[in-house]
């Protein structure tokens, strides 16, 4: 172990500390003492101001750039803080009160779970014995038909994942490879037990019971955003937006329905998205649009995504890391898909009638993970 003074600089920005503090073997920029370089130690550095050891700032800088080891390559870090969730600008009630929520620092998916990654787990779950299919549907073994997961038909235009002779793969439409295209048809049930599965295959704890559907939020696996969270990250920093870039919206920004009725949606084009309306379902392949604040793709349109959260009434009463009614009878979405329009597709915009066993062309989901 040793000690010193430092100095440190982040990227463009000059940020120094001064002080004594010591480091075991773990990375010189880490500050916290857990052996991570990550946002903790940026905000132990914005408290200390400030000195002059420019060897340091470039040490710190080259850490500082360098991934996370315990982060998987398509997850980002939402750093915890407060906002104000909800919104009064478009006359949607269960979007009120505005009220002020808390959140803990957790991972999100970059991306909606693609075809590809559902397949995966699908040809997965079955060599396990976990799932079966009837007539098309994916159901949880030896649950008969009251847990479906998604449908993989190929009489139902709506399927992107087709099953033949015990194989589950993804469909080619209209010659396009819809690999990398957000997973759809797939319900709430299908959602949490990919999350189950997808913690198995890193090594990380279960956070969902199949029996009961309920979420251990003290294990550090992969589950579903509260609604709380979907919001907090949707909005990337910004407050009192309705999109998470702004107010406006077009078909450069977000796959959706664009229509002339509401004056914030001010894209060019109508209709569905002129590049996307070839193959149906209208989804795009993830990441087609630019990133958002936290450095997440297709907050707004593409697929409608999956919550933890039961459907219930804001309180206006401030929340830390809510999680919703403990029962209901429908599953939160989030963020509206393909078939939206720009009104859907606020970030504050609340989908509160679909049941968890529901699925649709304009479903999907993404994915976070605790640590």
């Known amino acids: 172990m ?3 003074t430092s100095s440190i600089l982040i990227s463009f920005v000059v940020i120094a500390i001064s002080g004594n503090f010591c480091l075991a073997a773990c990375p010189s920029a880490d500050l916290t003492g857990d052996c991570f370089v990550d946002f903790n130690d940026f905000a132990l550095l914005a408290i200390e101001w400030p000195a002059t050891d420019y060897n340091d700032l470039g040490l710190l800088a080259a850490q500082w750039l360098a991934p996370d080891p315990r982060l998987p390559d ?3 870090f939402i750093p915890g803080g407060t906002f104000a969730m909800g919104d ?14 808390t959140v803990d620092s957790f991972y ?3 991306y909606e779970v693609t075809n590809q990654q559902y397949c995966d787990y699908l040809n997965s779950a079955k060599s396990q014995g976990l799932i079966t299919v009837t007539t098309g549907v994916v159901y949880k073994a030896a649950s008969g038909t009251s847990y479906p997961y998604c449908d993989t038909s190929t009489s139902n235009s709506s399927t992107q994942i087709t099953y033949s002779a015990g194989v589950f793969s993804v469909r080619t439409k209209s010659g396009r490879d819809m690999s ?18 997808r913690s198995q295959q890193d090594g990380k704890e279960l956070c969902y019971n199949l029996s009961t559907w309920n979420c251990d939020f003290s294990k550090k696996g992969y589950r579903l955003a509260t609604e709380a969270e979907w919001e907090y990250a949707a909005r990337g920093g910004l407050s009192g937006r309705r999109f998470p870039w702004g107010d406006t919206i077009t078909h450069s920004q977000a796959n959706y329905y664009s229509d002339s009725y509401y004056s914030y949606d001010i894209s060019p084009t109508r209709g569905f998205h002129p590049v996307w309306d070839d193959v149906y379902p209208y989804t795009s392949p993830v990441g087609s649009f630019p990133v958002t604040g936290y450095g997440l793709y297709d907050m707004a349109g593409n697929v409608w995504e999956w919550c933890y959260d039961w459907y219930g009434t804001y309180s206006s009463s401030p929340q830390t890391n809510p ?4 029962t209901g009878t429908y599953r939160v979405l989030r963020g509206g898909g393909w078939l939206s329009d720009a009104y859907h597709c606020r970030v504050a915009y609340r989908g509160d009638i679909f049941w968890p066993g529901g699925r649709d062309p304009n479903y999907g989901f993404r994915v976070v993970l605790d640590f």
Do not use: E, F, I, Q
């Open 108 to 110: 999100m998916g970059r």
């Open 323 to 326: 999680r919703g009614p403990t």
């Open 74 to 76: 398509d997850m980002v």
């Open 180 to 197: 990398d295209d957000p997973m759809v048809m797939v319900s709430w049930y299908g959602a949490a037990a990919y999350c189950n599965w």
């Open 88 to 101: 009064n600008l478009d006359g949607s009630s269960s979007a009120l009160p505005v009220h002020t929520v």
């Open 2 to 4: 040793w000690c010193k």
